[in-house]
């Protein structure tokens, strides 16, 4: 089933001390443009991320949001910082040397001071991360296909339906351009008998004149295209694989063929259903312009 570029799936995995959140998101575009934002600590887990993402989505503008909280609290590691423990010792010694201060350095008075200890995060565990990370984001990826694909469902619903009104509208031309081109060529007769003012014209030639205006607005062979291009469109909206550039490229084939037939075309009938195709083709390009 063909999906649409357009979806939001969202992942939150609570485990192991961990709270991780993945938020993924995607717009049109013609390209695949996947932007990832996550907290820096956790950069060599991207390209991981990168492979879980591109194996679920193909084209389009992505947006991924990773969020990481510990429960309870980050795990911090603290180390005595010597030199200024040596440097405040020595210090209180030199006061109570050349000032007689007496007294005693307890233990209560160095915790009190925050300089002694230097704190610092321990390494995360990569690995612990990412079994939680993993799980967030595969149920988000998974909401995110389940959108695109009902997107896709009503995308294809609609283009099939325009469809056949261009196979509708392909039937009455084909119905209409015998009539028009012999009603063309009577008048074209008609009007050469005129200007002749009574002459006999060469028949021949007239006859040869009619028959090289027929081929000229013959659009047996436009229409003979334009209904394989209809089939191999339905087609592609049945595969199960990205075609919104398969599409795009068919959809501008059909358009050319309209386009063809529109300067061949005999009478107002011909030429107004030229033009509500034209319409409908445009309709059709801008959806398609939504498929993955």
Known sequence: MIKSMTGYG??????????VSFEVKSVNNRYMDLNIRMPRVYAPLEERVKALVGAAISRGKVDVYIGVEHLNGECVQLSLNREYLEGYLGVLGQIGREYGISGEVTLDMIAARSEVFLARKAEEDAEKVWLQLERAAREALDAFVAMRSAEGGKLRADLLTRLEM?????????????????????????R?????????????????????????????????????????????LAEDAPVGRKCDFLVQEINREVNTIG?????????NLVIAAKSEIEKIREQIQNLE
Request: aromatic share 4%.
């Open 10 to 19: 969202r992942g939150r995995v609570l485990a192991d001390g961990l709270d």
């Open 263 to 271: 300067s061949k075309c005999c009478g107002s009938e011909m030429t």
């Open 192 to 236: 050469v008998r005129e200007l002749l003012a009574g002459a006999a014209p060469d028949e021949s030639r007239l006859l040869t004149e009619c028959a090289v205006f027929a081929d000229k607005t013959d659009v047996t062979e436009e229409l003979v295209r334009l209904s394989s291009h209809f089939g191999q469109f339905e087609t592609m």
């Open 166 to 190: 261009l196979r509708g509208i392909a039937a009455r031309l084909s119905g209409l351009a015998p009539e028009a081109v012999r009603a063309a060529n009577e008048k074209m007769v008609a």
